[in-house]
T-cell receptor, first 116, second 122 residues
């Protein structure tokens, strides 16, 4: 069985602060994929990043960075110099190709509020 | 820009009526589409996996006769909520997956989501 845990339900930060969203996953598959999606108040899920299980390189995209550590089964997401537009619910998700359909298992989400 | 669209974005209907929601992949062919339901302040719950040209696979606890899914083409899947009741009110969101590797920047492992449909049954 697969499981994704986002222990932080809600986080509030002041604008320009850095914030890290935690994600811990469980899977028995050797090949799997990890994702982060952003859901602003409008409701649409915006794809942010995908990471393959065999690629542990960390990634940086502008103010966003991701730290993937297989040893601790974690895939944490850091926003540097947060902005009000970053306010949203962020979902971490896990999928595998075993069934051929790449079904996603979502965490419960972390609501980030960036206060001006 | 958006790669998956949903229509309508919002619908209000009377109890007992049926509502059809469309999900379209705009610039790629999606052999697999997924339908999710999301309650307020909750995570997404997978309802069913829809494969083009075959019957949808429903998750445990999801009524097949209540939520009819049709995936008639590689760019369109529809969800019909039959005989809707107030408890069916929710946010329904679809996603699509491209079967091809790296096609125009789309990878086969990633699901791209539509903007969602808010259903309110009175």
């Amino acid at each position: 069985a697969q499981k994704v845990t986002q222990a932080q339900t809600e986080i509030s930060v002041v604008e320009k602060e850095d914030v890290t969203l935690d994600c811990v996953y469980e899977t028995r598959d050797t090949t799997y994929y990890l994702f982060w999606y952003k859901q602003p108040p409008s409701g649409e899920l915006v794809f942010l990043i995908r990471r393959n299980s065999f690629d542990e390189q960390n990634e940086i995209s502008g103010r966003y960075s991701w730290n993937f550590q297989k040893s601790t089964s974690s895939f944490n997401f850091t926003i540097t110099a947060s902005q009000v537009v970053d306010s949203a619910v962020y979902f971490c998700a896990l999928s595998y190709s075993g069934a051929g359909s790449y079904q996603l298992t979502f965490g419960k989400g972390t609501k980030l509020s960036v206060i001006p | 820009g958006a790669v998956v669209s949903q229509h309508p974005s919002r619908v209000i209907c009377k109890s007992g009526t049926s509502v059809k929601i469309e999900c379209r992949s705009l610039d790629f062919q999606a052999t697999t589409m997924f339908w999710y339901r999301q309650f307020p302040k909750k995570s997404l719950m997978l309802m069913a996996t829809s494969n083009e040209g075959s019957k949808a696979t429903y998750e445990q606890g999801v009524e097949k006769d209540k939520f009819l899914i049709n995936h008639a083409s590689l760019t369109l899947s529809t969800l019909t909520v039959t005989s809707a009741h107030p408890e069916d009110s929710s946010f329904y969101i679809c996603s699509a997956r491209s079967p091809r590797d790296r096609e125009v920047g789309r990878d086969r492992e990633t699901q791209y989501f539509g903007p969602g449909t808010r259903l309110l049954v009175l």
